[in-house]
């Protein structure tokens, strides 16, 4: 089957059938053609769609090709007008010829196309198409986090973005961003908030700066950027963990900042100890930390689950700081990877080529199908926001897909699902955190999500807080009047109802919306400390009642992997039952909580064979 035949399988099988569109290419293993090429051909044609609709209809082609499909059509006629290749099919092949023979008539109908949408040159077209493709992502501004371990604000400003104009105001940039195509004027903002950071307008094309893949510049959502920067490690603190290491924004920014506090006088040596539990994606995380100049510094464990890292180990008897960013529902993410709407070509009768209506979606059908059909005018008014359509459609099946932020995709068919799936994060989550409480030099400790949900963020706060071990060791939250200058300043907070009324806990928590303005994605994040008073040097290992420390509580199989039941819940070797988090209710009104004991890792690690590629929402990737 060629390339274009399997591209046309999917271009038209719906967003259901087995989730996203690089998860449905990477995942076959059946496919003759390179999955990149694949996976770039349906995106593309997708993005092109309402062009080429307009294009292949006005030439007629489908009228003179009886064997060509409108998916197939589509394709063709982008890999012929607009792929720097052209058709990837030998000159005699039926397929190519039978739209090779309309070149002059579709090149003709594709000039028409851009003259239409006021679009001087192809580039110029190019970038409209892009824009509206970007969906809710047009509207923020690229994040760029300046390296300061291979360059400085000053060195950018002076280089990569010295053809830029300076910005007065984040809503400058978010302004331009969003005007797009030609009147967009590009420029750059120096975030008040974190330091070393930058937002420029969208549609830049950084990814082929030489600052880019010299890692210079890393482009990091602001929120992304909170965690290390609360964190805030210092000379005195020691050595520091990432918990949850890949693909790396976070270790090399905790990189970055140690490097800026290095104190002139000679003082010991640090270490960042990454840990990362996906072999695939410590291999990106391996790759980040070497372009951005920070593997003198850091230890990677590949493969390492920090659950099964002892914190009474020898080697981690310095460590003072540590940062944990889990796996999490990924509710927070702006636009991930979302499917551009998709338009069909029709063959039109002679009354619809006059008037031009070319606007028939195959989303559009399929609903005439299901119930009433739309009047034409609704239809034109639809047509005219197809982002709005697609965020309005409630039966759009890919609403029921929650996709977390590796981009496992898990289907979510009712309130219950959706409850059940938070449970098991928040209850894996909780596991890890507490896990960092326990290392006996640690005075600071940050907790983060890129969800919105309560449950991952503030309710994991509060049972870590009434937890043994915060308890026994003076674990407390790092309040706001305590924090770096610009998180202190950062207006958005921790949920007070959520934090059971503790109004200084929430006042702790920071906290970001997409959508609000602010120009980042949803975020939280709340940092711990303790004094180092309250020492445990009675510890006498985890609160089980297994006593057994170094295979934690939890049932393992021959392979060492912990055993679950079918919800993802690691069944406890005491009960040989499935561990159950305590009602939500119970645990803010009466303080009960669960003990370390009572946690699960409910996190999934079934990362598709996009592998690397899947960490997009923060890290692109270094030309990769
Ligand atoms: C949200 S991502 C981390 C993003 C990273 N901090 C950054 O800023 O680039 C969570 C990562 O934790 C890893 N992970 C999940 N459970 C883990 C565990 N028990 N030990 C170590 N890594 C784990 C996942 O494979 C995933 O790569």
């Not at 693909?247 to 100890?273: M, R, V």
């Not at 326990?438 to 870590?464: D, G, Q």
Request: net charge negative.
């Amino acid at each position: 089957m060629s390339l274009y035949h399997e591209a046309a399988e999917f271009l038209q099988s719906t967003p259901s059938e087995g989730g996203s569109l690089k998860a449905r290419v990477f995942r076959r293993k059946d496919l003759k053609s390179p999955p990149n090429q694949l996976y770039a051909l349906v995106l593309e044609t997708c993005k092109w769609s309402g062009v080429l609709k307009e294009v292949v209809e006005r030439a007629e082609i489908l009228r003179h090709e009886r064997k060509l499909t409108p998916a197939l059509s589509l394709l063709l006629v982008h890999d012929l007008l607009l792929a720097k290749g052209g058709i990837a099919l030998p000159q005699s092949h039926g397929l190519r010829q039978s739209v090779d023979r309309h070149r002059g008539r579709l090149s003709s109908e594709l000039t028409l196309a851009r003259v239409r949408r006021k679009a001087p040159t192809l580039e110029a077209l190019r970038e409209q198409v892009d824009r509206a493709a970007a969906g809710e992502e047009a509207e923020y501004p690229r994040w760029v986090r300046v390296n300061s371990l291979r360059s400085s604000v000053e060195e950018q400003l002076e280089t990569t973005f010295a053809r830029f104009g300076r910005a007065a105001s984040l809503q400058d940039v978010m302004a331009n961003s969003s005007r797009g195509g030609g009147e967009a004027r590009k420029c750059v903002y120096v975030d008040e908030h974190v330091p070393g950071l930058l937002a420029v307008t969208q549609g830049t094309e950084l990814t082929k700066t030489e600052a880019y893949t010299s890692g210079k510049i890393i482009l990091q959502d602001k929120a992304s950027c909170f965690p290390t920067y609360l964190l805030d490690p210092r000379c005195e603190d020691g050595d520091v963990i990432d918990a949850c290491a890949a693909p790396g924004n976070k270790t090399t920014h905790l990189a970055a900042i140690l490097h800026t506090h290095a104190p002139e006088f000679a003082s010991p040596a640090q270490t960042i100890f990454a840990f990362e539990k996906d072999a695939a994606r410590a291999r990106t995380l391996e790759k980040m930390v070497k372009t951005a100049g920070a593997r003198g510094v850091t230890r990677i464990g590949p493969g390492q689950d920090f659950l099964q890292v002892d914190p009474r180990a020898d080697k981690y008897k310095d460590v003072g700081a540590l940062l944990l960013d889990p796996s999490c529902s990924g509710s927070g993410i702006v636009g991930r990877d979302s499917m551009p709407e998709l338009h069909l070509p029709e063959l039109l009768d002679a009354a619809n080529r006059k008037t031009g209506q070319t606007t028939t979606t195959k989303k559009k059908k399929k609903k005439k199908k299901n119930g009433p059909t739309p009047s034409t005018e609704d239809a034109q008014k639809h047509d005219s926001n197809p982002r709005k359509r697609k965020h309005a459609d409630v039966e759009d099946p890919s609403d029921k897909i929650l996709r977390d932020d590796e981009g496992n995709e898990t289907v979510v068919t009712s309130e219950k699902d959706l409850q059940a799936r938070l449970d098991a994060l928040s209850g894996f989550q909780l596991a890890l955190l507490l896990h960092a409480f326990e290392f006996p030099a640690a005075r600071k400790v940050t907790y983060s999500t890129c969800s919105v949900h309560a449950e991952e963020n503030e309710s994991v706060v509060m049972l870590a807080l009434a937890s043994d071990i915060a308890r026994r060791r003076g674990w407390r939250i790092l309040r706001r009047e305590e924090q770096v200058t610009g998180m202190r300043e950062w207006p958005v907070r921790g949920v007070a109802a959520a934090c059971g009324g503790d109004e200084d806990v929430a006042e702790g928590c920071i906290r970001s919306y997409k959508g609000d303005g602010r120009g980042v994605m949803g975020f939280f994040v709340a940092g711990f400390v303790r004094t180092g008073d309250d020492d445990d040097a009675d510890y006498d290992g985890p609160q089980d009642g297994t006593g057994d420390v170094g295979e934690g509580p939890y049932v393992r199989d021959e392979q060492g992997v912990i055993v679950r039941d079918v919800a993802g819940m690691p069944v406890l070797k005491s009960t040989g039952l499935p561990v159950s988090l305590e009602p939500r209710e119970a645990d803010e009104g009466d303080g009960s909580h669960a003990s370390s004991s009572d946690t699960s890792d409910g996190s999934e690690e079934d990362n598709n064979d996009g592998g690397d590629t899947d960490d997009e929402d923060e890290w692109n990737g270094f030309g990769d």
